[in-house]
C-alpha cells in the first residue's frame, strides 16, 4: 500500500499488520530537516487511515544514529520570535501526530537519539535502545531549547528533576542509564528485531482496548487524576461493548486462545 508513495528521505515497509518507518538521512545522521518532517507528518496520515496496520516501530537507517536532531543548518536560519515558533509548533503537530495514532508505537533507538530525534522516541509508546545507543537534549548548546514536545514529554515521562539535569547539562545518556530512569523500555543487541517482538507480543491482544489504553493514559496525563478515572471510566464501558471483550472473556472460560477480530 506504500508502494504509491514516494518519499525522499524516509523509507517505509509493511510486513502484515507491522509497519516499519525509517529515516533516512545518512549523510546528516538522520537529521529532520522540514522536507523529512513533512514526510513524517504524511506518513503519519496514511498509517492513521488504514485499517489494516495495527502496530507502527519507528528506526533510523544506519547503525549510528537513530536520529541527531533537528537540522542544525536549517535551524540557523531561523530568525524572530515569530518563525521560532512557528518551527516549534509545526514539529509539535508532527509529534503529535504520531503520539496520537490509535495503534501501538515503538520506537526502536539505533544510536543517537538526540535534540529532535530524542522528542521524535518520545512520541512513540515504547522505546527500544540499542546497547550503544546515546539520548539526549542538547539543545542549550545551541542557544535553544527542546522545541518539539521535548521539554514536556520527557518531564512526564522520567520526571522533572531528572528531566531538568539531562535539558540543563545536555549531557548524552547512555542505553543503561536511560533504562534505569525509565526512559527506554528495553536495551537489546538489535533494537529493530526487539521492537518487532515487543510489537508482536502487543498485536496478541484485543485492538480496540489497545487503542483506548492509550487514549485514556494520553488523556489522563493532560488533567486531573480525578477527570481521569472518568475518562477510564467511558473507555472502560466502551471495550465492555465490544466483540473482542465477549472473545476474550469466553476464550479464557473455554481455555483456548482469543481470536481477535478488532471489533
Ligand atoms: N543537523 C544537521 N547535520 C547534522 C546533525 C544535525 N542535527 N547531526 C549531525 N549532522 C551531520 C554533521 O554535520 C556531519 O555532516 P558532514 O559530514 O557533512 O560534516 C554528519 O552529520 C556526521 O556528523 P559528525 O561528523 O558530527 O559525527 P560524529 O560522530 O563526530 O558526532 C554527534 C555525532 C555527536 C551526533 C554529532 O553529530 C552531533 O553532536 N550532532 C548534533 C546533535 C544535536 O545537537 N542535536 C540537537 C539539534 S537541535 C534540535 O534538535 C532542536 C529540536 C527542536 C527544534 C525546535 C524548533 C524551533
Not at 495495527?54 to 547503525?63: E, Q, R, S
Not at 496520537?100 to 535502545?129: F, H, K, M, Q, W
Not at 528533576?161 to 527506554?184: F, I, K, N, P
Not at 476474550?248 to 481455555?255: E, H, I, R, V
Request: hydrophobic residues 50%; negative net charge.
Amino acid at each position: 500500500m506504500f508502494e504509491e508513495y514516494e518519499f525522499r528521505t524516509l523509507q517505509i515497509d509493511q510486513h502484515g499488520p507491522l509497519a516499519v518507518l525509517t529515516v533516512n538521512r545518512q549523510s546528516a545522521l538522520n537529521a529532520l530537516n522540514g522536507e523529512t518532517l513533512s514526510e513524517l507528518a504524511q506518513v503519519t496520515d496514511i498509517v492513521a487511515e488504514n485499517a489494516e496496520i495495527a502496530a507502527l516501530i519507528i528506526t533510523g537507517a544506519g547503525d549510528k544514529a537513530f536520529v541527531a536532531g533537528a537540522d542544525i543548518s536549517e535551524l540557523a536560519q531561523l530568525e524572530g520570535v515569530f518563525a521560532g515558533r512557528e518551527m516549534a509548533l509545526a514539529g509539535q503537530d508532527v509529534m503529535h501526530g504520531i503520539a496520537s495514532l490509535p495503534i501501538p508505537t515503538i520506537a526502536a533507538i539505533n544510536g543517537y537519539a538526540l535534540g529532535g530525534g530524542l522528542e521524535l522516541a518520545l512520541a512513540c509508546d515504547v522505546r527500544v535502545a540499542a546497547k550503544t545507543a546515546r539520548v539526549g537534549l542538547p539543545e542549550v548548546t545551541l542557544g535553544l531549547l527542546p522545541g518539539f514536545g521535548g521539554t514536556q514529554r520527557l518531564s512526564r515521562l522520567i520526571g522533572a528533576g531528572r528531566a531538568l539535569d539531562m535539558m540543563l547539562t545536555a549531557r548524552q545518556v547512555g542505553a543503561e542509564e536511560a533504562l534505569a530512569m525509565g526512559l527506554v523500555n528495553y536495551v537489546a543487541d538489535n533494537p529493530l528485531q526487539k521492537a518487532r517482538e515487543v510489537a508482536e507480543t502487543m498485536l496478541k491482544n484485543a485492538p480496540i482496548a489497545l487503542s483506548l489504553v492509550k487514549e485514556a493514559v494520553r488523556r489522563g496525563l493532560d488533567t486531573t487524576l480525578e477527570l481521569g478515572l472518568e475518562i477510564e471510566a467511558d473507555m472502560f464501558g466502551m471495550t465492555v461493548a465490544t466483540q473482542d471483550f465477549k472473545e476474550g472473556t469466553q476464550a479464557f472460560l473455554d481455555k483456548r486462545k482469543a481470536n481477535f477480530k478488532g471489533e
